[in-house]
T-cell receptor, first 114, second 109 residues
């Protein structure tokens, strides 16, 4: 079955620690996205990538970093510079570049502060 | 920046009734998409309507788009308890989607 796998489902971060959220897709999609969702809120775009080895900042990129070394993988690192990281993080992918096409989502990673 | 805003924020209906959710946006768009999110899960794409389309159907879903009023509506007919979820509109002007804050729909059995 094709889809997007996010891991872990729950993650806890200590003060001053960087943590990395995994996102893997086997849909052969070119574009991948990371969103942050706070309680009762919509999704805010952190970073996106339309092609391997290239990515762009979204609306709230400060305190986050990404890499896109493989088409299938788009890991997100939440750095210690992100002072309020507690949120639900969603990864998505879509078929391609240009005008936004329907996005397929993973089931998210819930990040909390210890 | 939030582009789409859904209304109402929350909606509670009985099974079998119709549910209507509205989305307003501010700037011109290429397409508008509706998504569903069950509690604690990722979003699921429901329907995409292009800026040159006025109405689209998919099963029990009917979406309308009025570009002159910069608004869209999602109608779910003959609702079921399984339709309980949050519904988001997302607008597209480029390669990015901008999501609203969603309407939380509760369908009571």
């Amino acid at each position: 079955d094709g889809g997007i796998t996010q891991s872990p489902k729950y993650l806890f971060r200590k003060e001053g620690q960087n943590v990395t959220l995994s996102c893997e897709q086997n849909l052969n999609h070119d574009a991948m996205y990371w969103y942050r969702q706070d309680p009762g809120q919509g999704l805010r775009l952190i970073y996106y990538s339309q092609i391997v080895n290239d990515f762009q900042k979204g609306d709230i990129a400060e305190g986050y970093s990404v890499s896109r070394e493989k088409k299938e993988s788009f890991p997100l690192t939440v750095t210690s510079a992100q002072k309020n990281p507690t949120a639900f993080y969603l990864c998505a992918s879509s078929i391609g570049q240009g005008i936004a096409q329907p996005q397929h989502f993973g089931d998210g990673t819930r990040l909390s502060i210890l | 920046s939030q582009q789409g805003e859904e209304d109402p924020q929350a909606l509670s209906i009985q099974e079998g009734e119709n549910a209507t959710m509205n989305c307003s946006y501010k700037t011109s768009i290429n397409n508008l998409q509706w998504y569903r999110q069950n509690s604690g899960r990722g979003l699921v794409h429901l329907i995409l309507i292009r800026s040159n389309e006025r109405e689209k159907h998919s099963g029990r879903l009917r979406v309308t788009l009025d570009t002159s009023k910069k608004s869209s509506s999602l109608l779910i007919t003959a609702s079921r308890a399984a339709d309980t979820a949050s519904y988001f509109c997302a607008t597209s002007r480029s390669e990015k989607l901008v999501f609203g804050k969603g309407t939380k729909l509760t369908v009571n059995p």
